[in-house]
């Protein structure tokens, strides 16, 4: 059984930053299309960053220059790094893993702003920005 475990959400400062991980297990680590998602208080999901089996990225437009995603296969573990943190950047943060049925890991890069081509789901870590 898939499961992904995320961690280090918190509250901070506006231009302050944090480091979330999202620990992956039940799957074939290496070959998988992986990425982070958030959703705020009575909006959307949106999505923030994927990263592919062959480690190319894709960001949304919003975070683009301050947040990094990476991978430590070894480890089994998705990383995002948030830098210059805004109030706005507030949410839950999910990690998200594999694709669903009628996509393909070929695309991962594509599928940033796709919550629908995302298979399995963590429970969420909440990011808190103040101003």
């Known amino acids: 059984q898939v499961q992904l475990v995320e961690s280090g959400g918190g509250s901070v400062q506006s231009g302050g930053s944090l480091r979330l991980s999202c620990a992956a297990s039940g799957y074939t680590y290496s070959t998988y299309c992986m990425a982070w998602f958030r959703q705020a208080p009575g909006k959307e999901r949106e999505g923030v960053a994927v990263?592919?089996?062959?480690?190319?990225?894709s960001y949304a437009e919003s975070v683009k220059g301050r947040f990094t995603i990476s991978q430590d296969r070894a480890k089994r573990t998705l990383y995002l790094q948030l830098n210059i943190l805004k109030p706005e950047d507030t949410a839950m943060y999910y990690c998200?893993?594999?694709?669903?049925?009628?996509?393909?890991?070929?695309?991962?890069?594509?599928?940033?702003?796709?919550?629908?081509?995302?298979?399995?789901w963590g429970q969420g870590t909440q990011v808190t920005v103040s101003s």
């Open positions: 990263i592919g089996s062959n480690s190319r990225t």
């Open positions: 998200a893993a594999g694709v669903a049925d009628g996509y393909s890991h070929l695309y991962c890069a594509s599928y940033v702003e796709s919550a629908a081509a995302f298979r399995y």
